[in-house]
């Protein structure tokens, strides 16, 4: 849906569009104080954050965050614009879905009987995950993928009762030979 907008004696178009999932990667320098005034922004504009990462470049000096969050391509291009504003905001780029490298790491605990852990040592071989803590009734999990596996090895590992889930932020590259350099 286009919709029309006045502003000031200027007449402009907005694409309202339906909301979508953007990752967003961010290089910032690394100071106190930069991820607070990023996400200032993303809440001043009503863009909710799904996922937020942030870590030391291979340069200590910068910083790399990346944000998956909902809106639409209108919201997106403001956000965009004023992150370039900020001063501690060296280089800004979305990164479309099929272009990116995305991983996220869950831990899962989940409910295990003696009699279970067979089950559960098979369903982490075959995703890839490991066996990072193990005692008599439980089995901790740790798998780094893409979030539709995660998801998937969720809701296999449901029916033996989750009794814990702790999810990092996603963590999102370009593909190929293109890399977000100075």
Known sequence: ?????LVGSEMCIRDRGEPMKHTISILVENHA?????????????GFNIDSLAV???????ISRITI??????????QIEK????????????????????????????????????????????IAKAKISDITVNT???????????????????RPYGIKETVRTGSIAMQ???ASMKL
Do not use: W
């Open 1 to 5: 849906e286009i919709a029309q907008c």
């Open 33 to 45: 104080g930069v991820l607070a005034r990023v996400a200032g922004l993303f809440a001043r504009r």
């Open 55 to 61: 870590g030391v470049t291979e340069d200590e000096k």
């Open 68 to 77: 998956i969050a909902d809106g639409t391509a209108y919201t997106l291009e």
């Open 82 to 125: 004023q992150l370039n504003k900020l001063i501690d905001v060296i280089k800004v780029r979305h990164l479309p879905a099929e272009e990116l490298l995305s991983r996220e790491l869950v831990l899962i605990k989940v409910a295990c009987q003696p009699s279970q852990r067979a089950e559960l040592i098979s369903l982490a071989e």
């Open 139 to 157: 089995m901790t999990l740790e798998l780094s993928d893409s979030v539709p596996r995660i998801k998937t090895f969720e809701e296999l590992l």
């Open 175 to 177: 593909k190929g030979g």
